[in-house]
């Protein structure tokens, strides 16, 4: 790989373990019913980074690492790799760094696009009808590709989205009359001018910005995963840095992603800090336990369906379970299996029956 390589920060190495933690369930997912699939990383950098003395891959890098391991499993199947670079010298070290795959199986392609984002994203959007299934994956330093280009990539069948919103810098720009173009491309309106959080501060500004800027991709699920400054930077730790935000239109691939991001927040958490990961940390078992039993007193909804009318909770399958069997010892709720060959089981179409009071 390359010899000279930026050094990254542990922000920025949680966003590189998450797509490494959520692209294997990506591919056996979509790769089940399609031979053909696609991955877009449009704001490349250089492939490889320095962390605590080491030299690690950065996204492209664990994009081919990850395509490769399922494609030499999955012979039959092709995915192709698309790496968009503005910059002329992090493309070279790109190339370098791609360069150093020798044993590729021959039905991973891999592009090096040197472009903006915008320009070539649109050209493609354009040009191509009926994209396979892909997972965009928008990293940029500044703000990520205009509102209606996502909202393009969103309406595509079976196509995905990891944002990296900056909120750090947009929290400014808002506030900077200069670049009110910038923001009004970034929300895809002009309206965001009139909204709420326009004229508040601290948490609920955060929060109003968050939300309206998610409103407006009009996407079926999310997942807003905050990270905060480390302990090695000139902004207070408490603060915001950005938030990794993934957006889909299926269950499943919301789902699996939940998982990646809950195993590198804090526990009931979908937070990451420097050591100081503490969002939501009322997501325990024993809550969820209360929250369903107060929803559901005295109805009878199938596991699946449960989980899916309540997926704003941000509560994995593995929680679910587990305040059900909690409940069931209390007698509070009986199982019906469906899925499952046993009662004892708790998955799929088996009804969960809420006892009333």
Partial sequence: MSEEFSSLKINSRIKHLI????????EAILGRYHGRMLYFDCYAGPGSYRWRGKEIEGSPVIAIQTAGEWLKKNPRKEMRLVFI??????????????????DNPKNLYIEVISGKAEDVVSKLLADVKNL?????????????????LIREILKRQKTEVLINFMYYQINRDIGNSLVEDKVTKLFGTTAWKDQPFVNLSGSQREQGILDYYIQQLGVQ??????????????????????????????????????????????EGSL????????????????????????????????????????????YREKEFRESLQVLKKENKVEFVPVTSKTERGCKGKDRIRFVGD
């Fill in 221 to 266: 699920y999310y997942i807003p995963f905050k990270i905060r400054f480390g302990l090695d930077e000139k902004v207070a730790a408490s603060r915001t840095k950005y938030y990794l935000i993934h957006a889909t239109n299926h269950f499943r691939g919301f789902d699996k992603m939940l998982e990646a991001m809950w195993k590198h927040g804090s």
């Fill in 132 to 148: 396979a299934p892909a997972f965009f994956f928008l990293d940029p330093y500044g703000h990520p590709l205009e509102m209606y």
């Fill in 19 to 26: 797509l490494k933690d959520y692209l294997p369930a990506w």
């Fill in 85 to 102: 670079e503005e910059v002329a010298n992090q493309k070279c070290k790109l190339e370098k760094a791609i360069s150093e795959f020798k």
């Fill in 271 to 314: 937070d990451c800090g420097d050591g100081q990961m503490v969002l939501f940390p009322e997501k325990t078992v024993d809550s969820l336990k209360d929250f369903l039993r107060g929803k559901y007193c005295g109805q009878e909804i199938a596991f699946d369906k449960m989980r899916k009318e309540n997926w704003r909770l941000y």
